[in-house]
């Protein structure tokens, strides 16, 4: 039960969901995938992250900021690796980094995992530019990368599968970004000063 409070803190009558990797992981997860329940119900809910805008997810379900969010995916064959992340309203995820980890369970059970992070990007820009324009919204996406932690061997492969998506609006603003744009002429001054 101390664990379930860890998950959850309190900040003026409002409760903020905060989870470690490790706790995201070892407590929703890998208990998605073994059929039970996640330790705090209702935290993280069932939806595609693909099936609209992030900000028009997040209203749908009554989240603000960011949102957690299990979303089947089917087992990619040998011809097709990847996943579509298009939004059929426009726009779409485009991948920005990988990060592969482990948790180890209170029983010793290592999981191996994978968080896949994605920026979303509407298309066309505006004043009719052509070309993909960032948002400012983020999705990691969680996967468990060796099935042995959360079935039987006797079980067989499965055809779809689940993963652990969170959104969210990104820290960093766009004029923190341009900034360094900024920077570039006080360097040259600096070069030409010296060189004088």
């Not at 609006?169 to 001054?189: C, G, L, N």
Request: with cysteine; net charge positive; aromatic share 10%.
């Amino acid at each position: 039960m101390g664990e379930e409070l860890n998950l959850i803190i309190r900040e003026d009558d409002c409760a903020a969901f905060d989870p470690t990797e490790d706790e995201l992981m070892l407590h929703f997860l890998r208990p998605q995938l073994r059929g039970f329940s996640p330790r705090v119900a209702g935290a993280v809910v069932e939806a595609d992250p693909c099936a609209a805008a992030p900000w028009d997810l997040l209203a749908l379900h009554g989240r603000r900021d960011e949102g957690y969010f299990f979303s089947p995916r089917a087992r990619a064959s040998r011809r097709k690796q990847s996943v579509r992340r298009t939004i059929a309203g426009g726009g779409a995820w485009m991948h920005s980094s990988t990060k592969n980890g482990q948790s180890v369970s209170e029983l010793g059970v290592v999981v191996r995992w994978c968080r896949v992070n994605f920026c979303f990007y509407v298309f066309g820009g505006s004043g009719g530019e052509a070309g993909r324009v960032s948002t400012g919204w983020m999705m990691a996406e969680y996967e468990i990368t060796d099935p042995r932690c959360y079935r039987r061997a006797d079980d067989g492969e499965e055809d779809e599968f689940w993963v652990l998506c969170h959104v969210r609006k990104s820290s960093r603003s766009p004029a923190v970004r341009d900034s360094t744009s900024a920077a570039a002429p006080a360097k040259s001054r600096r070069r030409k000063a010296a060189v004088a």
